[in-house]
């Protein structure tokens, strides 16, 4: 009898994942220097379009701040008290290591 080749196992796919996963994403890098009015407006305009598609999951990205001006995060805080406060959405929170970190907000949406 021959020998058998060692196979080499790849990591067994989390079935759970995909019902974990935000359906849609909204980038703010390279929109320039915005305003509080700005980022309402981006992000409002964005939920629009997730309300009307029936999405439950999405996730914002909003950088670290590394290249604001005191390289501290300006989006993420405004957009994350902003966010909070309307009354479709669920849940604000950062979104996992691998799907950006800290530079993230997932949120659940219930329209």
Known sequence: MGKRKPESRKPKPNKYDNLS???EEFDFHDRGVLLPNDIRRLANEFLDECKSRNLTKV???TGKGLH???GMSVIKPF???YLS???FVS???EGRFD?????T???ILDF
């Open 105 to 107: 907000l997932e949120v």
């Open 99 to 103: 799907r950006g970190g800290e530079g």
């Open 85 to 87: 406060d309307l009354p």
């Open 21 to 23: 996963r935000p359906q």
């Open 59 to 61: 996730i914002f990205i």
């Open 79 to 81: 957009l994350k008290k």
């Open 68 to 70: 604001s001006r005191n």
């Open 91 to 93: 849940r604000v929170y």
